[in-house]
């Protein structure tokens, strides 16, 4: 299917890796031209290196988007190379502290909700004057299935769930804009170098078997193609009556009905 975004420039937030890696690699096999940007330099190199070794049009800006300068640069670097901003892909995220409220300090709270919304929420002021001036944007937002439901730790959920109301709430006043704005909620996704990643290798085998069992319906974790995929959709002429809407990618691992 010819998802119509060829030539489109596209930034994705944490690009080197997982998720990000994966959303910016399906987009430049789809004809964009791709800005990423990462805090590990190397990382970043070697995500740059896959992508134009495969022909794709990509570049890599080593930033920290939980900083507003760290934003700017990022959205220049883009404006400079390519001239406009069509697709923004908020892909950053992670926790800091424990899992329940009492481990769970101030700075803690304040380092997880600017990472996982904060940054989305700089990055989208960004590029939307640019969108709705051509009447044309799309914005996905990387959430999880645990800011739709119970899991995971505190602040992680807390974030998550605020960038998909970040999300909703956005993609109404844009609507007339035909800038569409949707987020996706991944659950259990395993790639090299990400937290399922770690559990697997810092837990014995009947602990990761059990988790498996209990809560994977498919009997594996999750893998980034099918987000990647779903993500490209989103961001293409071909999902133009999709906006304010949250889409699972967990293989029927979460327990909620909406």
């Excluded at 002021?125 to 044309?136: D, E, F, Q, S, T």
């Amino acid at each position: 299917m010819d998802l119509r975004i060829k030539g489109r420039v596209a930034m994705v937030s944490g690009g080197s890796r997982g998720l990000g890696r994966q959303v910016a690699l399906t987009l430049g096999r789809e004809g964009c031209k791709v800005v990423i940007c990462a805090r590990n330099a190397e990382g970043l190199d070697r995500a740059v290196a896959e992508m134009t070794g495969l022909g794709y049009q990509a570049l890599g800006l080593q930033a920290d988007v939980m900083t507003g300068d760290g934003c700017q640069r990022f959205y220049d670097e883009a404006l400079r190379a390519f001239g406009q901003v069509d697709i923004l892909v908020n892909n950053v995220g992670g926790t800091r502290g424990g899992r329940d409220f009492d481990s769970t300090t101030d700075e803690h709270w304040v380092d997880t909700l600017n990472l996982n919304l904060l940054s989305a929420v700089r990055l989208t002021r960004l590029v939307l004057p640019g969108m709705k001036a051509r009447c044309w944007g799309r914005i996905v937002s990387i959430a999880s299935i645990w800011g739709r439901e119970y899991g995971g730790g505190l602040s992680y959920m807390v974030g998550k769930a605020a960038l998909i109301a970040f999300s909703k709430h956005m993609a109404q006043g844009l609507a007339p804009y035909n800038v569409l704005v949707n987020s996706v909620a991944p659950g259990s996704i395993r790639f090299p170098g990400g937290s399922w990643e770690r559990f697997v290798q810092n837990n014995p085998p009947e602990t990761v078997q059990g988790f498996i069992r209990q809560q994977l319906p498919m009997g594996r974790f999750g893998w980034p193609e099918p987000v990647g995929e779903l993500v490209a959709f989103l961001c293409s002429e071909r999902a133009d009556l999709v906006t304010g809407a949250c889409y699972t990618v967990d293989g029927g691992q979460s327990r909620s009905l909406t």
